[in-house]
């Protein structure tokens, strides 16, 4: 469990580095495991909601979204107890929802760059903007091979991804932003552990010119006030079986946390 000053912290910055939530033996399962569903995305059978290179060839970050739907091992890790309870710590719920997950596999040594984004504005779906991502590396992530950046306290900004679109490399980063200090922390995390971060915050990530993996896979929770836009658009919305303004819930968004 969390302690007082830990959500604290989270609270302030935005983010939270944590504790080992996946033994050695489990994240040796879930590295195979990516790299089989990557390979088998021609195959019948189940697969995810989505599977693709979202960068170029020569430099590639492999995404796929809801790998719990192809793999089993990936499954049990959505409702990691551990992590469930952490992340109800941190947003104060009674009830968590799997929003979605979502791969990132950067390649040794040609890795691509995850521009600057905040996460909620691209879930136009979804309502209130308070989604929170438990990132959870299964190598050890840093600087050299492609570990996340943050933005200390820019959740608290509101939605800029507008702005941060227009950054054409990833240290176009200013020194301040409406008056406030910008500064960009590295986020480096180990294979195993979790990385807590809010929707609303700032972050990115450059690309692996290392010669080691970079595979990690985020977990979006949505709370029991996370409600459905009908107006928005999304890969997900196919799988929303909801109206309009309701409360998020079904087979594809399942339960794995209650208070």
């Not at 509101?158 to 950054?167: E, I, K, P, S, V």
Request: aromatic fraction near 8%; charged fraction near 25%; glycine fraction near 6%.
């Amino acid at each position: 469990m969390l302690t007082k000053e830990e959500i604290e912290k989270f609270h302030r910055d935005g983010y939270l580095r944590g504790g080992t939530v996946v033994p050695d033996e489990v994240v040796e399962v879930l590295r195979s495991e990516v790299l089989r569903v990557i390979d088998n995305r021609n195959e019948p059978g189940f697969q995810p909601v989505l599977l693709h290179n979202m960068a170029g060839e020569d430099a590639p970050v492999w995404q796929i979204v809801n790998i719990w739907e192809a793999s089993e091992p990936f499954r049990d890790l959505i409702h990691n107890k551990k992590i469930c309870e952490e992340m109800a710590q941190l947003t104060g719920a009674s009830q968590l929802r799997i929003w979605h997950d979502q791969i990132q596999y950067k390649p040794a040594t040609t890795g691509g760059v995850n521009m600057w984004h905040q996460d909620a504005p691209l879930w136009p779906i979804l309502a209130p903007m308070t989604e929170v991502t438990a990132w959870v590396a299964l190598d050890d992530v840093d600087e050299e091979n492609g570990c996340m950046s943050m933005v200390p306290g820019s959740h608290l900004w509101g939605d800029h991804m507008n702005y941060l679109a227009t950054f054409k490399k990833f240290e176009d980063m200013p020194s301040e932003f409406e008056g406030k200090p910008v500064e960009v922390r590295l986020c480096p995390v180990k294979k195993g552990e979790v990385h807590f971060h809010h929707a609303l915050t700032w972050h990115g990530s450059n690309a692996n010119r290392s010669g080691r993996p970079r595979r990690a896979i985020a977990i979006h929770f949505m709370t029991e006030n996370t409600r459905y836009v009908a107006s928005g658009n999304h890969v997900m919305k196919e799988f929303v079986e909801v109206a309009d303004g309701e409360i998020m819930r079904g087979e594809h968004f399942p339960l794995v946390y209650s208070a």
